[in-house]
T-cell receptor, first 116, second 111 residues
Framework: DGGITQSPKYLFRKEGQNVTLSCEQNLNHDAMYWYRQDPGQGLRLIYYSQIVNDFQKGDIAEGYSVSREKKESFPLTVTSAQKNPTAFYLC???????????????FGPGTRLTVT | QKEVEQDPGPLSVPEGAIVSLNCTYSNSAFQYFMWYRQYSRKGPELLMYTYSSGNKEDGRFTAQVDKSSKYISLFIRDSQPSDSATYLCAMTLYGNNRLAFGKGNQVVVIP
């Protein structure tokens, strides 16, 4: 089955530690995204990548970093510089703007990160 | 002013009622309008999309776009308990990968 996987589902970390969230897709999509969701806040874009080895900051990139070394993988690192990292993190992918509709984003199941 | 406004207030309705959700937006260049459904502790899934103005119907769901008023709506007829979820509106420009999301509207359908 094609889709997006995120692991782990729940993640607990101590304050001051960096943590990496995994996102893998087998949809052969070029574009991938990371969002953060807080209660009552909707989805806020952290980073996105339209092609391998390239990525752009979203609206709330401070304290986060990403890499895109493979088409199917887009890991997100939450660094100790992120002031309020506890949140629900969602990864998504879509066909790039160079071919086909770009509006539909497919989401993974999310990772709930708790930092204490 | 935020790009997309969606009242996040929870909405409780009895089973069988019509659910009406809406979003307003400020960017008149938006052309694609979407509704995502998100069940608790899950990722959102695309429910419906509409290009430009007009209506689109899919079973019990109807999406409406009024570009002149910068207003979009989602109607759910004969609502079921399985419709209980958060509904997020989203919109974008042609060929643009970035979606502008509303805050989401939690809907509870009471049996």
């Amino acid at each position: 089955d094609g889709g997006i996987t995120q692991s782990p589902k729940y993640l607990f970390r101590k304050e001051g530690q960096n943590v990496t969230l995994s996102c893998e897709q087998n949809l052969n999509h070029d574009a991938m995204y990371w969002y953060r969701q807080d209660p009552g806040q909707g989805l806020r874009l952290i980073y996105y990548s339209q092609i391998v080895n390239d990525f752009q900051k979203g609206d709330i990139a401070e304290g986060y970093s990403v890499s895109r070394e493979k088409k199917e993988s887009f890991p997100l690192t939450v660094t100790s510089a992120q002031k309020n990292p506890t949140a629900f993190y969602l990864c998504a992918s879509s066909i790039s703007s160079t071919g086909g509709p770009t509006y539909e984003q497919y989401f993974g199941p999310g990772t709930r990160l708790t930092v204490t | 002013q935020k790009e997309v406004e969606q009242d996040p207030g929870p909405l409780s309705v009895p089973e069988g009622a019509i659910v009406s959700l809406n979003c307003t937006y400020s960017n008149s260049a938006f052309q694609y309008f979407m509704w995502y459904r998100q069940y608790s502790r899950k990722g959102p899934e695309l429910l419906m999309y509409t290009y430009s103005s007009g209506n689109k119907e899919d079973g019990r769901f109807t999406a409406q776009v009024d570009k002149s008023s910068k207003y979009i709506s989602l109607f759910i007829r004969d609502s079921q308990p399985s419709d209980s979820a958060t509904y997020l509106c989203a919109m974008t420009l042609y060929g643009n990968n970035r979606l502008a999301f509303g805050k989401g509207n939690q809907v509870v359908v009471i049996p």
